[in-house]
């Protein structure tokens, strides 16, 4: 396969899909793809977080490699990403849609054709993690929900729209090309449009028991992240509604693309991925938006589709986001660095059996939190792991909702002590968090203090780009 396709969407949960099995989300064209090819049951983010991972995405390294925490820190171009070296190697390397970089700077594509960014100077709020301030931003949330028009479904139709016309360019059969199309639904704000909202009866959406862990960092997040009390049972069921909406209306443009790539007579000679940036919690746990390291936030959905990769298989095999630009590279003939933690996502779809024991990692150091949270899940296990503070240890195949914390369970004490094992192959969880805080308050003094942070343009969701 000469050419690649990464297809991203943004706060999509890994369950939300018809092909995972869903009773209610309808995505006819994500279903079609992974028929197509090869479904991965079990991918996580790097961070659940949009800056920090989409850095990492771009980079191949976990958070604590490249140092590109949070969200006032986007990624500068200043570390080698798999577009620089495809590029190099003469590849095109176009973007369409929403990158989450720093602007004006060389990021590697070729061309970047309505690109979103960080606004301003980020989400400085979030570098303060010491005491943790008000977040005036989190009322927002429950506001926006329903059936209407929506800036990031807008958005989300230019993007498409652009991206068919680059596909059906000429150029596209002269030379190979990586194009990285990036939508933003279905992020909140929660408004679909109503041909999606009416698919789905707000009165029939099942809104989450009210349950919530009460870990000490659990409970400073949702403290600032209190979305939660905005919401009685008719709006969360509206929110929930909304959401399924977005998520068939992004489906729908995703159908587009690939009806684009067909037209164009490119499907043959392209690697197709798709993936999202991290999940959304949806009332799960008491809890909206992302930010933790609960399955519907750190789980998000892989699918693979090409030449030589094995159709209808759905794969039970560990996987993260940085296997996407390893695979990436492997396509493209590249060899990966050594310190690039992937794995080809094409090897382990034509592998005979399942690899249930790879860990799967992911990380987070952005605003909410008070200490770094880390994940390690591998087998039918996942630990989280909160710096200077008790973890928590989940059984994902008797307690999928993780509800029922093992990790001070005498029993399950060989359990623990493998997941400790685990994440510290990867890395010592307590430097790594004292060294996101060190270079955090590094960062709050170049703001120009505390003050300055708290008092910037607070805001949920990253304004859109003039189309």
Not at 14 to 35: E, F, S, W, Y
Not at 354 to 383: I, N
Not at 413 to 422: D, E
Request: glycine content about 8%; overall charge negative; proline content about 6%.
């Amino acid at each position: 396969m000469k050419n690649i396709i990464v297809i991203i969407s943004d706060e999509h949960r890994r369950d939300a899909m018809g092909c995972m099995g869903h009773d209610i989300v309808k995505t006819p064209h994500l279903d079609q793809l992974a028929n197509d090819g090869t479904l991965f049951k079990r991918g996580y983010t790097a961070s659940p977080m949009c800056v920090p991972t989409r850095a990492a995405l771009a980079t191949g390294t976990y958070v604590h490699q490249n140092r590109y925490w949070d969200s006032a820190t986007p990624y500068d171009g200043q570390q080698i990403s798999w577009m620089h070296m495809l590029r190099s190697q003469g590849y095109d390397t176009t973007s369409i849609g929403k990158l989450h970089f720093q602007a004006g700077v060389d990021h590697g594509f070729s061309k970047e054709i309505k690109p979103m960014h960080v606004h301003g100077k980020g989400w400085l709020v979030g570098l303060i993690r010491d005491e943790l301030p008000d977040y005036q931003g989190a009322a927002e949330l429950a506001t926006e929900v329903g059936s209407g028009e929506n800036s990031y479904t807008n958005y989300d139709l230019s993007i498409t729209s652009a991206a068919e016309t680059w596909l059906a360019e000429p150029a596209r059969h002269d030379v190979p090309f990586a194009g990285f199309i990036s939508l933003v639904s279905p992020h909140y704000p929660l408004i679909a449009p109503d041909e999606y909202y009416r698919l789905y009866d707000p009165d029939q959406m099942p809104v989450p028991e009210p349950f919530t862990h009460d870990h000490a960092e659990v409970q400073n997040m949702a403290g600032f992240f209190n979305y939660h009390d905005h919401f009685d049972a008719k709006r969360a069921q509206q929110a929930i509604a909304s959401y399924y909406g977005l998520t068939s209306f992004m489906d729908a443009c995703v159908g587009r693309i690939l009806a684009a790539i067909d037209a164009a007579g490119l499907r043959d000679d392209t690697l197709i991925i798709y993936t999202s940036d991290h999940g959304e919690l949806l009332g799960d746990h008491g809890l909206w938006t992302k930010q933790f390291m609960f399955e519907a936030s750190a789980g998000i959905p892989i699918i693979i589709s090409g030449q030589d990769i094995p159709q209808a298989k759905i794969s039970d095999s560990g996987v993260h986001l940085l296997d996407i630009p390893a695979t990436i590279l492997k396509a493209a003939g590249i060899t990966k660095p050594p310190e690039w933690p992937g794995t080809d996502l094409v090897q382990l779809a034509q592998a005979g059996s399942d690899d249930l024991t790879r860990p799967c990692f992911s990380e987070y150091h952005d605003g909410g939190s008070t200490t770094g949270s880390f994940m390690v899940a591998w087998e039918q296990w996942k630990l989280i792991w909160y710096a200077g503070m008790s973890p928590l240890l989940f059984d994902l195949s008797n307690d999928p909702d993780e509800r029922h914390d093992l990790s001070d369970n005498p029993a399950y004490a060989h359990i623990l002590a493998q997941g400790k094992s685990h994440l510290w192959n990867i890395c010592d969880p307590e430097k790594v968090s004292q060294l996101a805080l060190s270079d955090q308050k590094q960062k709050i003094a170049q703001m120009g203090g505390v003050d300055a942070c708290i008092n910037s343009f607070q805001f949920n969701a990253t304004p859109i780009p003039e189309l």
